[in-house]
C-alpha cells in the first residue's frame, strides 16, 4: 500500500529541495530520517517535517508498521514565485523571484529494500602518471622479448660446446 504526504508552497528552491530529496529515495524510512537529522540543509528540516508526516499518515490512517515502509518516491516540483524588486542604478529596478517548492513523498511498504551499489574508484590517470605507468608495462614486456631469442641462442651454443669436451 502506498502512503502520500505533501507539503505545498515551502519556501526553499525547488532546484536545493531536490539535491536532498534524492538522497532519501529508495531508503528505508529509519534511514531517511537519520539522513536528514544529519544534513545541515533546511531543505532537508522540511522534507523531514513532510516524511514525519507520510509516517503518521500510514500508522493511524492504514495501520501499517513505520519499520516495514520504504520512500519509494520523493519530488519536489517548483510552486509560485514571489516577486520583489530590488532598487538599480539610475531609477531602474530588476526583479527577484523568490522561489517556492511542493514536496511530495510516498512510502510503500510492497518493495524490497535494494542497497545502493558502491561507487567505484575513478580509474583516470593524471597527466604523468600514464606516461610511467606505460613505461613500466612497455620495459617488461621488451626484456621477456629479449631473453626468448637469447634462450634459443644460448641452446645451440650450449650443445655444440658439449660436443666438443665429449670428442675432447
Request: glycine share 4%.
Amino acid at each position: 500500500m502506498e502512503v502520500r504526504s505533501i507539503y505545498k508552497t515551502a519556501r526553499v528552491s525547488p532546484k536545493k529541495a531536490r539535491d536532498v530529496a534524492r538522497e532519501i529515495q529508495g531508503l528505508p524510512v529509519s534511514e531517511a530520517l537519520d539522513a536528514l537529522t544529519f544534513t545541515p540543509r533546511k531543505a532537508a528540516f522540511l522534507i523531514g517535517k513532510t516524511l514525519k508526516s507520510a509516517i503518521a499518515n500510514a500508522e493511524n490512517n492504514h495501520d501499517l508498521s513505520a519499520d516495514n515502509l520504504v520512500v519509494k518516491e520523493a519530488n519536489v516540483s517548483s510552486g509560485p514565485s514571489f516577486r520583489r524588486f530590488k532598487p538599480r542604478a539610475r531609477g531602474s529596478a530588476s526583479a527577484i523571484l523568490k522561489r517556492t517548492s511542493h514536496i511530495a513523498i510516498i512510502l510503500s511498504d510492497e518493495i524490497t529494500i535494494e542497497e545502493k551499489p558502491q561507487r567505484k574508484k575513478s580509474t583516470t590517470k593524471t597527466k604523468g602518471e600514464g606516461k610511467k605507468s606505460a613505461a613500466k608495462e612497455a620495459a617488461p614486456a621488451k626484456e621477456e622479448k629479449a631473453a626468448e631469442p637469447e634462450a634459443i641462442e644460448e641452446t645451440p651454443v650450449a650443445a655444440a660446446a658439449a660436443e666438443e669436451e665429449d670428442k675432447a
